[in-house]
Every structure is written in C-alpha cells, then in structure tokens.
C-alpha cells in the first residue's frame, strides 16, 4: 500500500480516541491509528500474517460475514460485541465494543474501515438501571402483597373482635359492677384504636403509591360537616367541652370523595377534642366567591402547637411529644393523611396556632359546578336531619 494512502489514514484517524482499524480484501489489517494499537496490543507490523477472515473467533459470532458484505455491497453495518481472537489473546479483561463498518476507496482500492466504540460503561449502567428496577418492582410487588395480607389477615378478624366487644359491651353492661366493666370498656378502645392504626398506615400507603382511587359525588358541605360533628358529640360532652357549629344558610356543593372528605374531617375534629381539656370547639363554613372555593375552619382553644414544630405537623408519624410517658395517644398519621385526602380532591389544609392558646385548621375545597336551582335540595346521600345544629 502506498505511502501516501497510509499518511492519508493518519491523518484522518490517529487522534481519534475510539480503536479504529483498516481492512483491505485480503482481510489483512493495512492500518490501525493509536487507540487500537493501545487496545489491541499489536502494531500492524507484528500483524502481516494475520487475516481477518480467517479469525476463528469472528467466524464463529458471524461477524466475518458482515465484513465480507460490507465489500460487497458498501453502505453500514454494525457489529455488536466485537471480538477477535488478537483481542483474546490478551490477559486484560475484553471491553464490550460496537463497531460500526463502512467502504473506504481511494484510487481503485477498496478498503472496510472497522470504527470500535467502547460502549462498556453504558452497558454496565444500564444493567445497573435494569437491576434497580426489577428490584424496585419486587419491592412494589412485595409491598403490595404485604399491605394486601395486613388488609386481610390484621383488619378483618380485628374488625370481628370489634364487633363483638360491643355487643358484649352492650349485652352485659347491667350484669357486671362498674370495675369489671373498665375491662370490656378498654377492650373495645383497644381494639378500635388498633383497628383504625391499621385502616390509617394502609390509605396512607395507598396514597403515597398513587393507588388510591376517588369516587367523586357532589355533596352539601354544610350536611357532610353536621354528620362528622354529630358523631363527636358524646366525646366532647364527656370532656366538659362546648362544640359549635356555624353553617352558611346556603349549601355548598362541592365534588369530593364522601369517606375521604369525612376521613379528613374526622381526624381534624378528634386531634381538637383530644388536645383540648377545656374550653370550646367551633366549626365554621363560608366562601371565598372570587376564588370559587369552600371554605371550612376547626378552632379550639387546646394545648396549640410550637413554631419549632410546625415544620413537621404534616409529616407521617410526626408527633410534637415522643416521650413513653406522653399525654395523648396516636400514630403521627392523622394530619397528614388529612392533608393528603384534601389535596387529592383539589383542596388545602392550613394550620394556625399559638402554644397554650390553641390551634384553627383552615381547609378549602373548589366548590362544584354543578349549577343548584335557587329552592331545591341537592340529594346528597347523607342523612340531612342536622339541620338543628347550630
């Protein structure tokens, strides 16, 4: 081969970084630029007697024929994990190349050029990816079968003992003195306060694995409100502690998820009966009409929260006390599925307090666009015989 041609290939390819070697018709390597000699350990000198056609290893991969073809017809071929025997031959570890083929005449020569790219790191990150997302599908199956088994095998015999503590409770309430009836009394709030520690870590898993599903109905605000304050009446009046609720006259129709919206409303009107000692509970509804939006506030006049601790009131399992001898009982979970229900229908939930003083919890929801005529009632589903409370 001519002087001239060879200079011509240095100065086309030496200071290229990838290996890059010139094959002739013969299959004799008539030129290599540093990056193959470095790779190869050859220099073409040491490689006159070697041809590339009859490389055993490149026969038996088939990648001879892509060569050969590539005489033939021109055009661009690849070859995926390229070897040849010079390169096993060596004792270092064999790269994982991608070598693309292409024709090279000058004059009525006819050459292939073999342009290797060292794709091993690509290749080794994206088994690593591979990994990490089969291990993370594993981790999702085994959580969902898990929370599956704890739904099952946790929640439907709890919710059996429930059952039957009360009507025990019930059944026998005249039957036994008052001390043995502390123990039916604390086998009832034991279990309802497991039962619904569970039924809690459960939608929260839900929700923060986008499982969780909404069954979105428009409902009175005002009706779904007086329905959740009804059922904390006894709770308050055992603490001595006034609850109030103010409606707006007018419904307030909003597109919501029933059992979230009463989830939500009923964790925020339990932590305010619990953190209260004395004092007062009010609720109140009204609107924000330029912003289309419902508003709904919880204020008591309990134990407040700290600036330090605000940062994390919406946190999971976050609680202003963690000693063993706490006060009040919980998991931490209340508020922040709180949150999370109101923010999965379109709404927020706002904090404002002062230690010793007490707390307000401001929640908003968009109010529907359902259009209600002026002197109809909305069927909403709910038992509407609150219309008393004040």
């Known amino acids: 081969m001519a002087e001239s041609f060879i200079r011509y290939f240095r100065m086309l390819y030496d200071q290229i970084p990838f290996p890059i070697e010139i094959v002739n018709f013969e299959g004799k390597i008539v030129y290599g630029n ?36 590539t005489f033939e017809k021109g ?19 064999i790269p994982i190349f991608r070598t693309k083929l292409f024709q090279s005449s000058i004059e009525d020569q006819t050459y292939v050029v073999l ?22 599908k594993e981790a999702e199956r085994l959580k969902d079968t898990f929370l599956t088994v704890l739904s099952h095998e ?44 569970i039924t809690q870590m459960l939608e929260f898993a839900q929700i923060e694995a986008g499982n969780y599903i909404l069954n979105l109905e428009t409902v009175d605000l005002n009706f779904v409100i007086k329905n959740c304050v009804e059922t904390f009446k006894d709770s308050a009046k055992e603490k001595n502690l006034d609850i109030k609720v103010t409606c707006l006259n007018s419904n307030i129709f909003v597109d919501v998820d029933v059992q979230s919206l009463e989830n939500a409303l009923n964790n925020l009107l339990s932590n305010a009966i619990k953190f209260t000692r004395q004092g007062f509970i009010e609720v109140e509804t009204s609107l924000l009409e ?98 008393k409370v004040s």
């Not at 008591?300 to 009040?328: A, C, K, V, W």
């Open 75 to 93: 055009g661009y071929r690849f070859i995926n994990n390229f070897a040849d025997s010079l390169l096993k031959s060596r004792e270092s570890t």
């Open 290 to 387: 330029e912003r289309e939006l419902a508003v709904c506030r919880i204020k008591d006049s309990g134990i407040g929260i700290s600036t330090e601790y605000m940062d994390h009131l919406f946190r999971p399992f976050s609680q202003e006390d963690l000693n063993i001898g706490r006060n009040f009982e919980g998991n931490g979970l209340g508020l922040a599925l709180s949150k999370r229900y109101l923010e999965k229908m379109g709404g927020s939930l706002l904090v404002d307090s002062i230690k010793g003083v007490g707390s307000t919890f401001t929640f908003t929801l968009p109010i529907s666009l359902k259009t209600i005529k002026p002197g109809t009632k909305e069927k909403s589903g709910l038992n509407d015989g609150f219309d």
């Open 154 to 197: 946790l929640r439907t015999p709890l919710n059996i003992v429930l059952g039957y503590s009360s009507i025990i409770k019930e059944s026998m309430k005249d039957k036994i003195n008052s001390e043995d009836r502390i123990y039916l009394d604390n086998l009832y709030s034991g279990s309802e306060r497991l039962y619904n520690s």
């Open 115 to 136: 342009f290797h790219e060292d794709q091993t790191e690509v290749i080794l990150a994206e088994a690593e990816v591979k990994k990490a997302r089969d291990g993370n």
């Open 34 to 69: 540093h990056a193959f000699t470095f790779q190869w350990g050859f220099n073409i000198s040491e490689l006159k007697e070697y041809s590339i056609f009859n490389d055993a290893v490149l026969k038996e991969s088939g990648a001879h024929k892509a060569i050969l073809e």
